[in-house]
């Protein structure tokens, strides 16, 4: 990979973009007692982002781009799972010990920002991680695969961020994969840290919220 990368040969980021615009969405509309950081932390993660990823479309050195863009959203990938976590915990620590704080409503909507906030976050990491990265696995120069999809005997398939983004929900709904196969270690670990926010949220903070509602 060469300082000359032609733009038209990257992924188009607009797939993120409007991922993460979603993320800071979800990030907001979280009770702030159950949001482990002030809204405007989001705001600023976001605008990194968006910055990284403009930079790499239309400015030059594109290696130098990919790997801030790659830096960034990776951290930014750990920090809403972390959020997710934090807010999980506190949702679960209402039910527990505080039953009447939080009405059925804000449990609904907190844990489906939680689940949906667990989901994107993933999908941003899985499509760093894989292979190194997008732009080395159209290049074919990626180290091991972590995760092996059905259209590989496709010439010239690559996944791109859909692609993980559907990984990534089928492993928050199903709890496994459907058409698509954890190769290492790190894959399969971070498949089982998603599935495990994912039914803790729908099992324990989604259910006590369907049964407020109902009561």
């Not at 059925?104 to 667990?118: D, F, P, Y």
């Not at 498949?191 to 006590?208: C, F, G």
Request: with cysteine; hydrophobic share 55%.
């Amino acid at each position: 990979m060469s300082g000359s990368l032609e733009a038209g040969r990257l992924e188009p980021r607009w797939p993120v973009s409007l991922a993460i615009f979603i993320l800071l969405i979800l990030v907001t509309v979280l009770p702030d007692h159950y949001r482990p950081l002030p809204s405007w932390v989001a705001f600023v993660v976001a605008a990194i982002a968006w910055l990284s990823m403009f930079a790499l479309t239309f400015g030059g050195n594109k290696v130098r781009w990919l790997w801030i863009e790659g830096v960034v959203l990776k951290a930014i990938a750990g920090y809403l799972i972390l959020v997710a976590e934090v807010s999980l915990v506190a949702l679960i620590g209402d039910i527990a010990h505080r039953p009447t704080k939080a009405t059925g409503l804000e449990l609904l909507t907190s844990s489906a920002a939680i689940w949906a906030c667990n989901v994107l976050a993933f999908s941003l990491l899985y499509w760093q991680l894989d292979g190194g990265g997008p732009v080395r696995r159209l290049q074919c120069k990626g180290g091991r695969a972590d995760w092996l999809f059905v259209q590989p005997g496709t010439p010239g398939w690559q996944p791109v961020f859909v692609d993980y983004f559907f990984l990534a929900f089928s492993t928050a709904t199903a709890f496994s994969t459907t058409d698509t196969i954890p190769l290492t270690p790190k894959a399969k670990l971070l498949m089982m840290l998603e599935a495990s926010i994912s039914m803790i949220t729908l099992v324990v903070v989604a259910s006590r919220a369907i049964n407020v509602l109902g009561s």
